[in-house]
């Protein structure tokens, strides 16, 4: 194999990604902010931030796929004599002495040297506060005195994302700002509508500022040679329409040995309709004066990052695994659990693939990210689950999508998905066996966010489970819809015009036959969590008539859902068959692998194995298990998006890492614990990192949501990183079904898969009011839990029941 170059490496002991090649394959970004004020940062410091929504609130300008590559963000530029360089190399791309970025967990530093200077910045969003802070430390590691002409660079974005990228009729005349002492204010449609405001601050007296980008860069120049910099010179511009900035510019002198820090804030303001004004155009600064004097010492800074770096202590000090193996440790303890914080806080809206334009909360993503964030912040769990279930309709049905800002369900995708009720049990499952919170279900919850409508949130899982029984095919399996998990397989559609979208497109869905497997294995597997939950309440009936409904589906799939040596993946809209040997291409898919070997539909009579043992001998390959194969070669109208793509990539028999765990979790069900730890290992970015750094091409301390598949013209080349179920997926499998420390209502269920080579391991799990250090035991076995000692009695089962304190636990396979 090729020796790939590396551009970095784990640091552990820190948490953090370390960049040492400012020119990575691609971007490598983070995030930064927890709740409402939130940032995108790359490893060269482009990005951008917005309030709580990037299409409506957005603060910062980017340009998406652009030339060059990442192009907007927050730039300091550094003018030392004739040479300018910045800290992050990009925009100037000077080449520097020394370069490296750290991401860590919602901080970024970035430190570049040039000619005896060092330029080292870190940013963070602090706890609620809505800003960025940037700051900055400047030091002369010279032996002579510096002369510096320091210059700071932010790009207004006029609010909506999206008309920010078009209507430039009306853009360019509407620009406003305010300047005053160090801050620079953009106030744009703040006259009219809008109350809230930015300001750019520096805790520094500035010889000069720009507000108008072209006098400050230059009609025809660029990011990397703005002409105010490079001629030391700033222009004091004042914006008015055009594209608003916000550049400082401080003169620095510093001795030999000598440091200075300055702290740069973004920040975010709303003000009371009738506060808005201090005098006729005069915006009101009262509420930025107070949040500039929160954050206007180096030494006010330094503690808002130590709380930060506290909070980040807390939620990884909740599950904890030393397997000895830092592969492992490092995903299980760090990486894959920030990803889901950042999955569950941005769902699909603002990646470096997703333009924050596009896609508000999905109603199945939100669901699933839930599952691998419950452990660490469970109220806001809580909160997002009441959000979701309120954009359902009176028959289960759902919105597909819904707005973060006004939690409404978003209408031009509407509903029609066919899976997305039954993640509602999922995810409201995981969150009771997580906190034991049965008051939960006691909620009362609209529908369609209509005040009046309101029934309890058991009551939304009932329809939520009567809306797949209601909506039966002709072989009595879960009809599609628009389309099921997987959204580009649309079956309804028929679409020969490109101007279509094939989401909400449905020109022939009178009288069709398309039914899914997919939906069939996932209504057995949160079916059974339903009939549990409800004998757990005491609704024996409810259970009695669930369980009718669970046996029917798995009798509907064994008599016409198997195919022989897997689970067919659907009917069309003619009812034939779709993921069978019969057909020419695309024989077999992971989708119905996953959900029905999850359901352990027909495991007594072999299918379940046969089905695991057809993934690894058609799905997988050197990078994971492609979605389906053989690849589409041409369209197929009757399916829709899914034969759209080429060979290998996405939804056509790319490797969507998101269902691979499906797959796994098959695996573990099984008792396979080799084949699952072979199939996890292959997608997890750890051992990815160590060998494909270049191929790879995103970052390789998240998973992405595609990897090319054997199929691809360049096999293993990821994409559409940090977003995508796939975080939540793959915590769930490691922490669940591998290492095998299962919530549950009552107690910790503890059922391990493992490869036969794995060696003792110690899981401390924070659950509850108890605090629990197990220690496991494989002996060489794959499954099987022989004895559990808890505090020093035997344990009948697999169950230890929850009691809160301090508690050790002994597990022997
Ligand atoms: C994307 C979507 C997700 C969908 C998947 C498969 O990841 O966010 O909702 O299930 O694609 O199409
Ligand atoms: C496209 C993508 C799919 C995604 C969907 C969401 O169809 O292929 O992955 O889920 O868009 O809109």
Request: aromatic share 14%; glycine share 8%.
């Given at each position: 194999?090729?020796?790939?170059?590396?551009?970095?490496?784990?640091?552990?002991?820190?948490?953090?990604?370390?960049?040492?090649?400012?020119?990575?394959?691609?971007?490598?970004?983070?995030?930064?902010?927890?709740?409402?004020?939130?940032?995108?940062?790359?490893?060269?410091?482009?990005?951008?931030?917005?309030?709580?929504?990037?299409?409506?609130?957005?603060?910062?300008?980017?340009?998406?796929?652009?030339?060059?590559?990442d192009?907007?963000?927050?730039?300091?530029?550094?003018?030392?004599?004739?040479?300018?360089?910045?800290?992050?190399?990009?925009?100037?791309?000077?080449?520097?002495?020394?370069y490296?970025?750290?991401?860590?967990?919602?901080?970024?530093?970035?430190?570049?040297?040039?000619?005896?200077?060092?330029?080292?910045?870190?940013?963070?969003?602090?706890?609620?506060?809505?800003?960025?802070?940037?700051?900055?430390?400047?030091?002369?590691?010279?032996?002579?005195?510096?002369?510096?002409?320091?210059?700071?660079f932010?790009?207004?974005?006029l609010?909506?994302?999206?008309?920010?990228?078009?209507?430039?009729?009306?853009?360019?005349s509407?620009?406003?700002?305010?300047?005053?002492?160090?801050t620079?204010?953009?106030?744009?449609?703040?006259r009219?509508?809008?109350?809230?405001?930015?300001?750019y601050?520096?805790?520094?007296?500035?010889?000069?500022?720009?507000?108008?980008?072209?006098?400050?860069?230059?009609?025809?120049?660029?990011?990397?040679?703005?002409?105010?910099?490079?001629?030391?010179?700033?222009?004091?511009?004042?914006a008015?329409?055009?594209?608003?900035?916000?550049?400082?510019?401080?003169?620095?002198?510093?001795?030999?040995?000598?440091?200075?820090?300055?702290?740069?804030?973004?920040?975010?303001?709303?003000?009371?309709?009738?506060?808005?004004?201090?005098?006729?155009?005069?915006?009101?600064?009262?509420?930025?004066?107070?949040?500039?004097?929160?954050?206007?010492?180096?030494?006010?800074?330094?503690?808002?990052?130590?709380?930060?770096?506290?909070?980040?202590?807390?939620?990884?000090?909740?599950?904890?695994?030393?397997?000895?193996?830092?592969?492992?440790?490092?995903?299980?303890?760090?990486?894959?659990?920030?990803?889901?914080?950042?999955?569950?806080?941005?769902?699909?809206?603002?990646?470096?693939?997703?333009?924050?334009?596009?896609?508000?909360?999905?109603?199945?993503?939100?669901?699933?990210?839930?599952?691998?964030?419950?452990?660490?912040?469970?109220?806001?769990?809580?909160?997002?689950?009441?959000?979701?279930?309120?954009?359902?309709?009176p028959?289960?049905?759902?919105?597909?999508?819904?707005?973060?800002?006004t939690?409404?369900?978003?209408?031009?995708?509407?509903?029609?998905?066919?899976?997305?009720?039954?993640?509602?049990?999922?995810?409201?499952?995981?969150?009771?066996?997580?906190?034991?919170?049965?008051?939960?279900l006691?909620?009362?919850?609209?529908?369609?966010?209509?005040?009046?409508?309101?029934?309890?949130?058991?009551?939304?899982?009932?329809?939520?489970?009567?809306?797949?029984?209601?909506?039966?095919?002709?072989?009595?399996?879960?009809?599609?819809?628009?389309?099921?998990?997987?959204?580009c397989?649309?079956?309804?559609?028929?679409?020969?015009?490109?101007?279509?979208?094939?989401?909400?497109?449905?020109?022939?869905?009178?009288?069709?036959?398309?039914?899914?497997?997919?939906?069939?294995?996932?209504?057995?597997?949160?079916?059974?969590?339903?009939?549990?939950?409800?004998?757990?309440?005491?609704?024996?009936?409810?259970?009695?008539r669930?369980?009718?409904?669970?046996?029917?589906?798995?009798?509907?799939?064994?008599?016409?859902?198997?195919?022989?040596?897997?689970?067919?993946?659907?009917?069309?809209?003619?009812?034939r068959k779709?993921?069978?040997?019969?057909?020419?291409?695309?024989?077999?898919?992971?989708?119905?692998?996953?959900?029905?070997?999850?359901?352990?539909?027909?495991?007594?009579?072999?299918?379940?194995?046969?089905?695991?043992?057809?993934?690894?001998?058609?799905?997988?390959?050197e990078?994971?298990?492609?979605?389906?194969?053989?690849?589409?070669?041409?369209?197929?109208?009757?399916?829709?998006?899914?034969?759209?793509?080429?060979?290998?990539?996405?939804?056509?028999?790319?490797?969507?890492?998101?269902?691979n765990?499906?797959?796994?979790?098959?695996?573990?069900?099984?008792?396979?614990?080799?084949?699952?730890?072979?199939?996890?290992?292959k997608?997890?970015?750890?051992?990815?990192?160590?060998?494909?750094?270049?191929?790879h091409?995103?970052?390789?301390?998240?998973?992405?949501?595609?990897?090319?598949?054997?199929?691809?013209?360049?096999?293993?080349?990821?994409?559409?990183?940090?977003?995508?179920?796939?975080?939540?997926?793959?915590?769930?499998?490691?922490?669940?079904?591998?290492?095998?420390?299962?919530?549950?209502?009552?107690?910790?269920?503890i059922?391990?898969?493992?490869?036969?080579?794995?060696?003792?391991?110690?899981?401390?799990?924070?659950?509850?009011?108890?605090d629990?250090?197990?220690?496991?035991?494989?002996?060489?076995?794959?499954?099987?839990?022989?004895?559990?000692?808890?505090?020093?009695?035997?344990?009948?089962?697999?169950?230890?029941?929850?009691?809160?304190?301090?508690?050790?636990?002994?597990?022997?396979?």
């Open positions: 194999m090729e020796q790939q170059k590396r551009y970095g490496h784990f640091d552990d002991q820190h948490r953090e990604y370390v960049i040492t090649d400012p020119q990575t394959p691609w971007p490598w970004i983070n995030y930064l902010g927890n709740e409402d004020f939130f940032s995108l940062i790359s490893n060269t410091a482009g990005g951008y931030s917005f309030y709580k929504d990037a299409k409506f609130r957005r603060i910062t300008r980017y340009r998406y796929n652009n030339v060059p590559m192009n907007g963000g927050r730039y300091f530029y550094i003018k030392d004599g004739d040479t300018v360089w910045n800290p992050g190399w990009k925009p100037c791309k000077t080449p520097l002495d020394f490296e970025c750290r991401h860590g967990m919602s901080y970024t530093r970035i430190t570049g040297k040039k000619n005896g200077v060092e330029a080292s910045v870190l940013f963070f969003v602090p706890l609620k506060k809505w800003c960025e802070v940037q700051k900055l430390t400047l030091k002369n590691e010279s032996k002579e005195v510096k002369q510096l002409k320091l210059f700071s932010e790009e207004w974005c609010w909506n994302a999206a008309t920010d990228m078009e209507n430039f009729q009306r853009n360019f509407t620009g406003e700002v305010e300047i005053e002492g160090s620079i204010y953009h106030k744009t449609e703040y009219e509508r809008r109350n809230h405001y930015a300001f601050h520096v805790n520094a007296p500035i010889q000069g500022f720009d507000t108008d980008r072209e006098t400050f860069v230059g009609l025809y120049n660029e990011f990397a040679d703005p002409q105010a910099v490079m001629e030391g010179k700033p222009r004091n511009s004042h008015h329409g055009w594209s608003p900035i916000a550049s400082h510019y401080i003169e620095v002198t510093l001795q030999p040995g000598e440091s200075k820090d300055f702290v740069f804030l973004l920040g975010y303001i709303e003000n009371e309709q009738d506060e808005k004004f201090e005098a006729l155009q005069v915006i009101n600064k009262k509420k930025a004066h107070a949040l500039i004097a929160e954050l206007d010492t180096t030494e006010k800074v330094d503690k808002a990052f130590a709380e930060l770096c506290a909070l980040w202590d807390n939620l990884l000090n909740i599950y904890k695994v030393r397997t000895g193996n830092d592969k492992l440790d490092r995903m299980v303890n760090i990486w894959n659990q920030y990803q889901c914080m950042v999955t569950f806080n941005f769902s699909r809206s603002a990646s470096f693939f997703e333009s924050g334009v596009g896609r508000g909360m999905g109603f199945r993503d939100s669901n699933q990210d839930l599952v691998g964030f419950v452990h660490q912040i469970p109220p806001r769990a809580r909160q997002r689950i009441i959000d979701i279930a309120s954009t359902q309709f028959d289960g049905g759902c919105y597909h999508q819904y707005q973060p800002l939690k409404r369900g978003n209408n031009d995708i509407g509903g029609g998905f066919n899976d997305d009720p039954c993640w509602l049990i999922f995810g409201t499952v995981a969150y009771i066996k997580e906190t034991g919170d049965f008051s939960i006691d909620e009362m919850v609209p529908f369609d966010n209509q005040p009046g409508t309101e029934v309890t949130l058991f009551e939304h899982l009932k329809i939520s489970m009567n809306h797949v029984i209601n909506n039966l095919g002709p072989h009595l399996l879960p009809l599609i819809g628009r389309a099921d998990w997987n959204d397989l649309n079956l309804n559609c028929f679409s020969w015009d490109p101007n279509e979208s094939f989401q909400t497109t449905e020109n022939v869905s009178e009288g069709t036959k398309a039914e899914s497997l997919m939906i069939a294995g996932l209504f057995v597997v949160t079916g059974k969590d339903y009939v549990a939950l409800c004998k757990k309440l005491g609704k024996t009936d409810e259970a009695a669930m369980q009718k409904a669970v046996d029917a589906m798995i009798a509907a799939v064994k008599k016409d859902g198997w195919d022989g040596e897997w689970y067919l993946r659907a009917y069309d809209f003619y009812g779709i993921g069978s040997n019969e057909c020419d291409e695309a024989k077999i898919f992971i989708e119905s692998q996953g959900w029905c070997t999850m359901a352990e539909i027909g495991a007594e009579d072999g299918m379940v194995a046969k089905s695991l043992d057809s993934c690894k001998k058609y799905l997988e390959c990078h994971g298990m492609v979605l389906n194969n053989p690849a589409f070669s041409k369209y197929i109208y009757e399916y829709g998006e899914i034969s759209s793509y080429p060979e290998g990539y996405k939804e056509n028999a790319g490797i969507f890492c998101h269902n765990p499906w797959v796994i979790i098959g695996e573990c069900l099984a008792g396979r614990g080799n084949d699952a730890w072979s199939h996890y290992a997608i997890l970015p750890s051992y990815v990192e160590e060998k494909y750094q270049t191929l091409k995103v970052e390789p301390y998240v998973n992405c949501q595609m990897v090319a598949g054997k199929d691809a013209f360049k096999p293993g080349e990821g994409k559409n990183s940090w977003l995508t179920g796939t975080a939540a997926w793959m915590w769930y499998t490691v922490s669940e079904f591998i290492l095998g420390i299962k919530p549950d209502y009552d107690g910790i269920r059922d391990p898969c493992l490869p036969e080579t794995a060696t003792d391991y110690t899981v401390n799990r924070k659950f509850r009011e108890a629990y250090e197990i220690t496991i035991h494989p002996n060489g076995q794959q499954k099987g839990v022989k004895s559990i000692v808890l505090d020093g009695k035997n344990v009948d089962g697999t169950v230890i029941p929850y009691a809160p304190g301090k508690h050790v636990v002994e597990v022997t396979m």
